[in-house]
């Protein structure tokens, strides 16, 4: 098996601009897994930023249109370049058309007060949880093979009372650099939490993403899972809201996702 890291390698043409691969098997319906697509694109605005002290802070995006295996091209454009803050404006296109389009927020750290009032989780230790197979077996999308999934909660078209849904989750596939891109990945794996009230298979599509970086993800341990929990608190005429957090398994917050899922079907 390919590494993680390989998928988010991109082949930088002239400035600003990147070719990058979509393999075939990472399929989630009609086009790629989202989570790929968007790990490549924090991957280019990534390689596109000079200074090392400047990470990911922030993604927002939009998938416009369903991202095909082969060929894509990437570009960046900088919208405001700050003391502390870049701003990227990133979009993937293939055969000229846009197909996903997002800003990234690149900042250094300042030195200001922290504090974390949010509840962590307080879940069993991972290998405590049973794993369960989701692409192999035909249930879930094709590129669900590569991720390990440990439910606690919230399985999917299980009829549950509430929209909501928690348990660890890692990479099949080596990674060898932890990043953005990695934990971007991770963020997009799971199902929507939506997708736990209902009792009969439908297909679901994110149409938009938004990542807020909490840690550092390259001092994370990438041997060990990550505790994923989410709702959806709202949705009506088709269309669901979902909160999403990623921690570690000693409580601390990772990452924050927003994204609006459309129920098709």
């Known amino acids: 098996m390919i590494s993680l890291d390989t998928l988010f390698t991109l082949r930088a043409a002239e400035s600003g601009r990147f070719h990058s691969t979509i393999p075939d098997g990472w399929q989630q319906g009609r086009g790629a897994f989202g989570g790929l697509v968007l790990g490549q694109m924090v991957a280019a605005a990534e390689a596109s930023e000079t200074d090392a002290r400047r990470r990911l802070r922030s993604l927002t995006a939009e998938l416009v249109g369903p991202v095909q295996p082969g060929a894509a091209e990437m570009t960046v454009e900088p919208l405001r370049r700050g003391s502390s803050v870049t701003a990227l404006a990133v979009r993937l296109l293939q055969g000229g058309e846009v197909q996903a389009h997002a800003v990234a927020l690149l900042a250094a750290d300042r030195p200001a007060a922290s504090w974390h009032e949010e509840m962590p989780p307080s879940p069993p230790p991972w290998h405590a949880v049973p794993e369960i197979g989701l692409g192999a077996s035909g249930v879930g999308p094709a590129f669900?093979?590569?991720?390990?999934?440990?439910?606690?909660?919230?399985?999917?078209?299980?009829?549950?009372?509430?929209?909501?849904?928690s348990g660890y989750i890692r990479s099949r596939l080596?990674?060898?650099?932890?990043?953005?891109?990695?934990?971007?990945?991770?963020?997009?794996?799971?199902?929507?939490a939506a997708v736990a009230r209902f009792t009969a298979v439908r297909p679901f599509a994110t149409i938009t993403f938004t990542l807020q970086m909490v840690l550092d993800p390259t001092t994370l341990d990438v041997t060990e899972p990550l505790f994923h929990r989410a709702r959806a608190p709202h949705s009506?005429?088709?269309?669901?809201?979902?909160?999403?957090?990623?921690?570690?398994?000693?409580?601390?917050?990772?990452?924050?996702?927003?994204?609006?899922?459309?129920?098709?079907?």
């Open 236 to 265: 009506s005429d088709g269309y669901a809201l979902e909160a999403r957090e990623l921690w570690t398994g000693d409580g601390r917050l990772v990452a924050v996702n927003h994204q609006t899922v459309a129920v098709l079907g």
């Open 174 to 192: 080596a990674v060898e650099r932890p990043g953005a891109a990695w934990v971007t990945a991770l963020a997009d794996a799971w199902w929507s």
């Open 144 to 165: 669900a093979e590569f991720f390990e999934y440990r439910p606690l909660s919230g399985a999917p078209f299980s009829g549950a009372e509430t929209a909501t849904t």
